[in-house]
Nanobody, 127 residues
C-alpha cells in the first residue's frame, strides 16, 4: 500500500492557480513533518515546501515563497499545496513525503531524510 497519495495535478496556464493534495493511508500518521518536492524532466528532485504536523511551522523554497502555500488538515491526515502565479518553470511532477525526524529551515530540504513518499502528481504550466 502506497503510504501517501497525491491528487489534483493538471494543466494550467501561466499566471494561473492549482491546488494539489496529499492523503496518508495511515503509515505517515504521527510524522514530524510533511513536505512537497518536485522533479522536472532531466533535473534532480528539489524541495518545495514543508509543514510540521503539530506546530504547523512552514518552510519554503525561496523561489516559491509568496506564491505557494502549504497547509495541513490534521483531522483528515491531508496536506495541501496551493500554487498561485504559476510559471512554466514550475512544471514538474510533485511528490508528497513525510519524515519522522526533526528539521528546521533548510534542514528540511534533504529528501534522504523523508521515509515515506507518494507516486507524484504531474503539474504542467503552459506559457
Amino acid at each position: 500500500q502506497v503510504p501517501l497519495v497525491e491528487s489534483g495535478g493538471g494543466l494550467v496556464q501561466a499566471g494561473g492557480s492549482l491546488r494539489i493534495s496529499c492523503e496518508s493511508s495511515g503509515r505517515a500518521f504521527g510524522s514530524y513533518a510533511w513536505a512537497w518536492f518536485r522533479q522536472a524532466p532531466g533535473k534532480e528532485r528539489e524541495f518545495v515546501a514543508a509543514v510540521t504536523w503539530r506546530a504547523g511551522k512552514k518552510v519554503y523554497l525561496d523561489s516559491v515563497e509568496g506564491r505557494f502555500a502549504i497547509s495541513r488538515d490534521s483531522a483528515n491526515n491531508q496536506v495541501y499545496l496551493q500554487m498561485n502565479s504559476l510559471k512554466p518553470e514550475d512544471t514538474a511532477r510533485y511528490y508528497c513525503a513525510s519524515r519522522q525526524s526533526y528539521c528546521s529551515g533548510s534542514g528540511c530540504y534533504d529528501s534522504r531524510e523523508y521515509e515515506d513518499w507518494g507516486q507524484g502528481t504531474l503539474v504542467t504550466v503552459s506559457s
